[in-house]
T-cell receptor, first 110, second 118 residues
Framework: LAKTTQPVSMDSYEGQEVNITCSHNNIATNDYITWYQQFPSQGPRFIIQGYKTKVTNEVASLFIPADRKSSTLSLPRVSLSDTAVYYCLVVKAAGNKLTFGGGTRVLVKP | GAVVSQHPSRVICKSGTSVKIECRSLDFQATTMFWYRQFPKQSLMLMATSNEGSKATYEQGVEKDKFLINHASLTLSTLTVTSAHPEDSSFYIC??????????????FGPGTRLTVL
């Protein structure tokens, strides 16, 4: 499984856009990029998944350049409740286990 | 999305006792479930893959005789921490995947079980 590298922590303020970049230089052809969010003492929650270009859903956008060696999770107009740890994972299709890296601890300040 | 539950949410036990944690997929069937352990301020570490009707697959360094996994049905997997010691105190989380055509599986995580061994 491709290893991922992302910032250890980021601070932001309410209403700002938060962008977290993850590098995955060894990503394989059949790998997908997936992001999870985890609040303290809770299980992770799926945010978004993509293969290439841009994916958007109701909570976030995921930007993936053509070489797919990195990806950026974009959280628009964050609120205090978005304070959490965000994990970038590279996942193979169909049922494979997840390998979590260190994650990025995002702190949203008032 | 699909829902995964865990029971109990927290448990405190004495050293040397065994503790069973249940993981249930409430509205879908899961042939495969995963068990993770998470220490404070650290990331999730995969312990084992639980396969319905067959033996679990353990990650390197995880003692299969200490962490017994049983996946007796398509909606239930159990993790039993045998002869628990204080160093086993941790947050245990399970997950189950729902297959998606053309995409990688989306994993649904349980709320976790906080184990404290005195």
């Amino acid at each position: 499984l491709a290893k991922t590298t992302q910032p250890v922590s980021m601070d932001s303020y309410e209403g700002q856009e938060v962008n977290i970049t993850c590098s995955h230089n060894n990503i394989a052809t059949n790998d997908y990029i997936t992001w999870y969010q985890q609040f303290p003492s809770q299980g992770p929650r799926f945010i978004i998944q993509g293969y290439k270009t841009k994916v958007t859903n109701e909570v976030a956008s995921l930007f993936i350049p053509a070489d797919r060696k990195s990806s950026t999770l974009s959280l628009p107009r964050v609120s205090l409740s978005d304070t959490a740890v965000y994990y970038c994972l590279v996942v193979k299709a169909a049922g494979n286990k997840l390998t979590f890296g260190g994650g990025t601890r995002v702190l949203v300040k008032p | 999305g699909a829902v995964v539950s865990q029971h109990p949410s927290r448990v405190i036990c004495k050293s040397g006792t065994s503790v069973k944690i249940e993981c249930r997929s409430l509205d879908f069937q899961a042939t495969t479930m995963f068990w993770y352990r998470q220490f404070p301020k650290q990331s999730l570490m995969l312990m084992a893959t639980s396969n319905e009707g067959s033996k679990a697959t353990y990650e390197q360094g995880v003692e299969k005789d200490k962490f017994l996994i049983n996946h007796a049905s398509l909606t239930l997997s159990t993790l039993t921490v045998t002869s628990a010691h204080p160093e086993d105190s941790s947050f245990y989380i399970c997950s189950a995947g729902e297959a998606k055509t053309g995409l990688a599986d989306e994993q649904f995580f349980g709320p976790g079980t906080r184990l404290t061994v005195l």
